[in-house]
């Protein structure tokens, strides 16, 4: 009778989880333009975009404060050592803030008027990146306030984006080329620009590694998505279960804590996948608006998306299905504080009811390295302590596995 029951709560507690993360969930601001979405490590949620002031929420949305940052952002990231750094599209260099806004520093990262096109955070160093149109890559090991350049210049005008492999390499999207680097900007290897994907667009290096490109060609100015799983020798293009071009404007893309690839489209919405982009599917649903302009993902704290006029929505990870034991408790949550990881960190679990649980780390290449724990467990929360230190830095998975479903929270441990 205990094992049924069990097995009942599991299958009710799914449905009840799956049904609380059907939708998207508008967490405001009313009345805000947004092209930049930065999430901390605390989830404070930074937006901004052209002519609109900077604002900030703190508590999932309940209270939104204006800032007096940048009132022209052009990109934002949220670093671990506890700042925010953002650039203004009027080439008026950087500002940082370590107070979430309440003061800001004005920094030069090459010259008083510059334009800091790009901003990306290294997973494995911490180190955050800007791209400097018309000058070079530069590198700031102090949370933004002093920059030096990489060693190797770049033969690049426009920079669209910049992004980093689980191994740590670089990869720079350019006016003409693609470029990657594997010792930190010392030097690059120029690879050949797919036409499709020319004008705009981004770039994104999944764990594998798996590259994806999306941007405009420059005759038509249709949009395209390509795949690569060959460093960037090939590319294949996506289309499955997305809208037909010139129906599409991609604008970008985000890797899931859960495994799965978010694309956001400026006149469709969200799309899911669950197989590195080789199919797709509407993730819509709750969205009222589908002019979504950019993604975040908040390990253990779910998904968001800003419309360009709507604000913010917001979507818990979903919970991966699996066949029903009625011997393994039912699962309700699992968080991983801090991250990114440079020694140790804490994992929190919590079970619905007493019974056997396993939790173990994984590559990012699926290879499970350490069960943390398998036994018997009571109900409520469980912590754990998860030491990295003989870890390279990179990507890794934790994985929860429970009655009807499995939770899986991605870690970046830095070096």
């Given at each position: 009778m ?24 508008w967490i ?14 605390e ?10 002031n ?9 209270t ?30 950087l ?13 030069s ?13 290294h997973?494995q ?8 149109q018309f000058?070079?890559?530069f ?8 920059w030096?350049p ?8 426009d ?18 080329s ?8 010392a030097s690059?290897t ?39 799983t ?5 590319w ?8 037909a071009?010139?129906?599409?404007c ?5 890797d899931?804590?859960d495994?799965?690839l ?6 469709n ?8 982009g080789?199919?797709?599917?509407p993730y ?10 950019c993604?975040?993902?908040?390990p253990g ?7 360009l ?20 408790p ?10 990114p ?17 396993r939790i173990?780390?994984?590559?990012a290449?699926?290879r ?28 890794y998975?934790?994985r929860?596995e ?7 929270r991605r870690l970046?441990?830095?070096?």
């Amino acid at each position: 009778m205990r094992a049924l029951l069990l097995a009942i709560l599991g299958l009710v507690l799914l449905t009840a989880v799956a049904g609380a993360q059907a939708e998207w969930e508008w967490i405001g601001p009313s009345s805000t333009r947004t092209d930049v979405l930065a999430v901390d490590a605390e989830g404070a949620i930074f937006i901004g975009g052209d002519f609109s002031n900077m604002q900030v929420t703190e508590d999932e949305g309940l209270t939104w404060t204006e800032l007096s940052g940048p009132f022209r952002l052009a990109s934002a990231v949220a670093a671990p050592a506890g700042t925010l750094v953002c650039s203004d599209s009027r080439a008026d260099g950087l500002w940082v803030t370590a107070d979430k806004g309440v003061t800001w520093s004005r920094v030069s990262v090459h010259q008083p008027e510059e334009w800091v096109a790009v901003l990306a955070l290294h997973p494995q160093t911490a180190d955050i990146f800007a791209t400097v149109q018309f000058v070079n890559l530069f590198y700031s090991q102090d949370g933004g306030y002093s920059w030096q350049p990489v060693a190797a210049p770049l033969n690049c005008i426009d920079y669209w984006d910049l992004a980093f492999a689980e191994n740590g390499s670089i990869w720079v999207k350019g006016d003409a080329s693609l470029w990657r680097s594997d010792d930190y900007g010392a030097s690059w290897t120029d690879l050949a620009m797919p036409s499709e994907c020319a004008y705009g667009g981004g770039l994104l290096v999944a764990p594998g590694p798996v590259l994806f490109l999306w941007g405009q060609d420059r005759v038509a100015y249709r949009c395209s998505l390509l795949r690569s799983t060959d460093l960037g020798v090939t590319w294949e293009p996506l289309a499955d279960g997305l809208p037909a071009p010139p129906y599409r404007c991609f604008t970008a893309m985000e890797d899931g804590d859960d495994g799965t690839l978010l694309l956001a489209d400026m006149c469709n919405g969200v799309f899911r996948s669950t197989d590195q982009g080789g199919t797709w599917e509407p993730y819509s649903q709750g969205l009222t608006g589908t002019d979504i302009t950019c993604l975040a993902d908040r390990p253990g704290g779910g998904y968001y998306a800003a419309s360009l006029y709507d604000g913010v929505f917001r979507r818990p990870h979903e919970v991966e299905a699996v066949p029903v034991s009625s011997e393994v408790p039912a699962l309700t949550s699992l968080n991983v504080s801090p991250n990114p990881i440079r020694e140790e960190t804490a994992v929190a679990f919590t079970l619905a009811a007493e019974g056997p649980a396993r939790i173990s780390l994984y590559d990012a290449r699926g290879r499970c390295l350490h069960t943390l724990a398998a036994g018997d467990f009571g109900s409520g929360e469980h912590r754990l302590r998860l030491d990295v230190r003989d870890l390279a830095g990179g990507v890794y998975f934790c994985r929860l596995e429970g009655v009807g479903g499995r939770l899986s929270r991605r870690l970046i441990v830095v070096r």
